[in-house]
């Protein structure tokens, strides 16, 4: 089945503990992007990645980094995790640009206490 | 600077009535493409729609109708004889053509009563 694939679906963790949140996609495809979701502000992009070792910034980076050093994975780490980082991340591919949208992984929700 | 603009909140409605959703977006780009995305109360992200700047077109896809109008940067969707499940919170997004920043609105939450 074609999919993104986002691990955990729920973390709590504490302040300044490093994380990654792991995302896998088996379509090929060549786009992918991370997206934070809050409450009144809809979805932000984070990070997102044209090809393999090309990433670039969305529109919130800070506190966030990617690597993207295979096509099918695309991690989003969290080198010290602050309590306004806890929200709904959500990854997403898609084959190029101009095809139909993106694809979503089930999100993940992190609590940072 | 690229902007999605939601400007409805929260909607409801009763079943079986029509109900628009608006869109208004900002770009300077000539080339982008715009999306529909719709959230169920489980949480997923669904792809509804795409349009591309240079296809004016209106497209309906059984009780979903999309209106694309960019003499007023507008892409708005609408539903006819709504149905409860309907019921989700709806995003439109715009993506440029030579990267691929993507801009969501803040989206539109839909109830639809029975």
């Known amino acids: 089945e074609a999919q993104v694939t986002q691990n955990p679906r729920y973390l709590i963790t504490v302040t300044g503990k490093k994380l990654t949140v792991t995302c896998s996609q088996n379509m090929n495809h060549e786009y992918m992007s991370w997206y934070r979701q809050d409450p009144g502000l809809g979805l932000r992009q984070i990070y997102y990645?044209?090809?393999?070792?090309?990433?670039d910034k969305g529109d919130v980076p800070e506190g966030y980094k990617v690597s993207r050093k295979e096509k099918r994975n695309f991690p989003l780490i969290l080198e010290s995790p602050s309590p306004n980082q806890t929200s709904l991340y959500f990854c997403?591919?898609?084959?190029?640009?101009?095809?139909?949208?993106?694809?979503f992984g089930s999100g993940t929700r992190l609590t940072v206490v | 600077a690229q902007k999605v603009t939601q400007a409805q909140t929260e909607i409801s409605v009763v079943e079986k009535e029509d109900v628009t959703l608006d869109c208004v977006y900002e770009?300077?780009?000539?080339?982008?493409?715009l999306f529909w995305y719709k959230q169920p109360p489980s949480g997923e992200l669904v792809f509804l729609i795409r349009r591309n700047s240079f296809d004016e077109q209106n497209e309906i896809s059984g009780r979903y109708s999309w209106n694309f109008q960019k003499s007023t940067s507008s892409f708005n969707f609408t539903i006819t004889a709504s149905q409860v499940v309907d019921s989700a919170v709806y995003f439109c997004a715009l993506r440029m053509n030579r990267d691929d920043k993507i801009i969501f609105g803040k989206g539109t939450r839909l109830h639809i009563l029975p």
């Open positions: 990645s044209m090809n393999v070792e090309v990433t």
């Open positions: 770009t300077r780009d000539t080339t982008y493409y």
């Open positions: 997403a591919s898609s084959l190029s640009l101009g095809t139909n949208g993106y694809t």
